[in-house]
């Protein structure tokens, strides 16, 4: 039953997708006339519902790990230490220095990559809750990394990031289970309270 | 969510700016053109100093002489024809004088053999005294005024001599004295009368000859009048071929230039100015109109890649104005923390990044920029490599590998370093478009194999273009991107601009494999200093 009414928000997601899509193109038909305004709020005004449909499709999912940790393995998350463990991976070497100091002062244990097979690597031997990845690098995109951890890592969230956002790119992260999607350029606070809600959905204390 | 919000702000604001730009250009393109303007307004001067001569004119005139010819002709005939006619009339006059005098120098015969018909003789005389009357005119025209008195004298003597010989009875008068008036008057009256027959005789001889003259002259004037014709035919045919067959050919040949793309101006061929010349000033204009119309193309399509470009470089600016955004928020938040070390750190980062972020724009700005059409030698290799740099963004975005691979010992070519680069930049971008799940675009840069020209070749692992549309791809408007993505034009302008520089562009594609696109550039021969404006 769980399953059915994921699924039923994904297509949901999905709906919201095309029309996003449908403004889009109508947009461009009409040759650029109406002002970038106007694309703007139908967009935002879709994006806004996905985001709503998403939530809410995260807390049915938290809902049944919780139900599924205290009904049967409540050791299995008990092990992870008291500090949250984020991962920054980003081919800029400012992005990592950067946000290693903003989450750092925190209480948060960072550690920072700029190479994703060697992060893929650190993921084998490493738990790590929560991940802040580009989505954009040569050799192994974003999205292949989101598709391992959610194939291997099932209690880590995902948090992609990426200066090239088009609505294709935020729709698949989404709909392959990324916990949010934040485009460049972002201040320190706004990935701050995008980790703190994945914290929170972890079941950790809330940061800062 | 910040994050959402920020990801559709650029959209506005690149295409604002582009319109600042195009106004300044248009400004400059149209200062472009005026050169070209110029060297067409000269050709048109020389051609409409020339005298003004049309082609009707010059035929009516044709017209107009064979006109004359002809009117001549039959006038020299008419006259011909009525002086024969006025000879042969007064030659039967002359037949009959000459037959008068034969009768009476019969009777005169008669008269001194059997003393009769003298009455008959002076009848004959007489009719010739009317006949030499009559004719007085026409035989003075022919024997003069002194022969004609002559006659008259002879003729007058004869008749006296007879009038004389009637009065003296034969039969009255039989005696020595008769004998001897008889024998003296018969003897002048034989020598006047055989005088009068040569001369009548002479006379009618004259006039057979002359009448005889006059006829092989109207025999021949018809023979000469063919030759004249034919002539005037070969004059006519020869007219036809220089003044109308041959313009029109070359008019032809004029039009399939202009068809591919080669505006030279029409420069007078003639001395003189006429319709032809006309059509040639008219072509001249539309050329003027025609390389207004590419030159505006050209710039349309310039923006047009301008505006792709902008995307790219308004993702991959992100980046940087990432970096400046988390590093400046990082300084503001931990300042008091920071050691003096540390916050020039954070500093050094914040100027890096902003000159990262000005040299992604610097590149498009100047591709934006450059629009005065300057022909000089340039390295095919930079033209490539600078083009690569401003498609980069595209490049990354569309998840492409390049490979370039250059030649060795390749020749400068002479061109216009702006236009190129729209060229190459199009075919990188079309590439781009051909492989939309990635793929490896192959870049050479080689001689051709008779070393005349630098062939460029953009070798892509895309979809390939269908066998159907490969004759078509280079027809205006022709396009298989949806309705918003292509407008049709790039290669058509690209085409015009490298058939512009005397190159060529070829393609050959298979379906699902890709597609090689073949830009061919003449290397340059003379140094660049030495190729001018053609017309100064």
Redesign the interface.
Known sequence: MEEKKKDKRTTSIDDWMIRVAFAE?GE??MG?KT???E??RK??LA??KI?LLRSERMSVQTETEEAMSADEDKGFIEPRGEKLRVMVLDD?P??GK??N??LA?HGIEVEVFEDPTQALARLGEAHFDVIVTDL?MEEVNGIQILEYVTSHCQHTRVILIS???TVEV?REALVKGAF???????????LRA?INKAALSLGFDAIG | MASRKTEFDGSAMPIAGLGKVDHREEAELKHAHTSFAERIHEAQQAMKARHRISIPRRLGFGFLLWFLFSLGLAVVSITIVSRIRTKVVFMEAAVNYTFEIQQARRFEKNYFLYQTNLTDALDHVHNASAILEAQHDSITAVVGQSGFDTMASHLNRYQELLFRLSNINPIRDAGGLASSGLSAIEAELREHGAEMVAVAENLVAQERASVNAMLLISQRIPIGFLAILILLFLYFARFISTQIIAPLNRMVGYSRRIAQGDFTPITPQKKYYDEFSELSVTMNQMMNQLAFRQELLVRAHKLKAVGTLTAGVAHELNNPINNIILTASMLREDFSELTQEECLELVGDLVGESERAQKIVRNLLDFARESEAELESHSVQDIVEETLRLASNQIKLAEVKVCVEIGENIPAIHGDRGQLQQVFLNLVLNALDAMPDGGQLNLKVMNSEDREFVAVTFEDTGIGIPKQHLRDIFDPFFTTKKAAKGTGLGLSVSLGIVQGHGGDIRVESEGGKGTVFTVLLPVAKVPAEMIGNPLN
């Open positions: 193109a461009a038909e650029f002002t970038g305004s694309l703007e967009t935002k994006f806004d985001m800029e400012i992005v950067r946000l100091q903003a002062k954009r200066g090239y956002a935020a949010d999607f934040i485009a460049k350029p972002f201040t320190p606070r706004d995008v």
